[in-house]
C-alpha cells in the first residue's frame, strides 16, 4: 500500500519464481485506495540495494500497460547481486500527483 493509502500494488507473477539473481520480470496489478483498478497512471520501479548504495542499470523502469485496466507488465530489470533490495515504486495519476510503494526483497546468494 502506498505511503499516502491511495494505492494498493500486487504481484501477480514473477519470472523467476520465486523473485531472484539476475533478470526479473513482473505482472502486476495496481488499485486505488477501495479496490478498483486503477487507469491514467504511469508506475515506475527503482531498484535499490541502500546497504551497497547502489541499484540497477539503467536505474528506472517504466510499467508497460495493457487493455487490462490496473494491470502492468515491469521488466526485464536485473537484480546483480544477492542481498536485501528496495524496490520503490512511483504511481502518478493524470494530474501529475505522485505516490510511492516501497517494498523489500532479500535475494538469497
Known amino acids: 500500500t502506498s505511503s499516502d493509502g ?6 501477480d507473477s ?3 519464481n520465486p523473485i531472484g539473481r539476475g533478470n526479473n520480470s513482473w505482472a502486476l496489478t495496481l488499485t486505488d485506495g477501495s479496490g ?6 504511469k508506475l515506475v ?3 535499490t540495494m541502500p546497504d551497497h548504495d547502489h541499484g540497477t542499470f539503467p536505474a528506472l ?17 536485473d537484480l546483480i547481486m544477492p542481498g536485501t533490495w ?11 500527483a505522485s505516490s510511492t510503494i516501497t517494498v523489500s526483497y ?4
Open 106 to 109: 532479500c535475494i538469497g546468494s
Open 14 to 16: 514473477s519470472e523467476p
Open 6 to 11: 491511495k494505492y494498493s500494488l500486487r504481484i
Open 36 to 41: 478498483n483498478a486503477v487507469t491514467d497512471t
Open 86 to 96: 528496495l524496490m520503490t515504486f512511483t504511481i502518478t495519476d493524470a494530474d501529475e
Open 45 to 47: 520501479l527503482e531498484p
Open 61 to 77: 523502469f517504466l510499467g508497460k500497460t495493457s487493455d487490462v485496466a490496473g494491470f502492468y507488465q515491469l521488466g526485464p530489470f
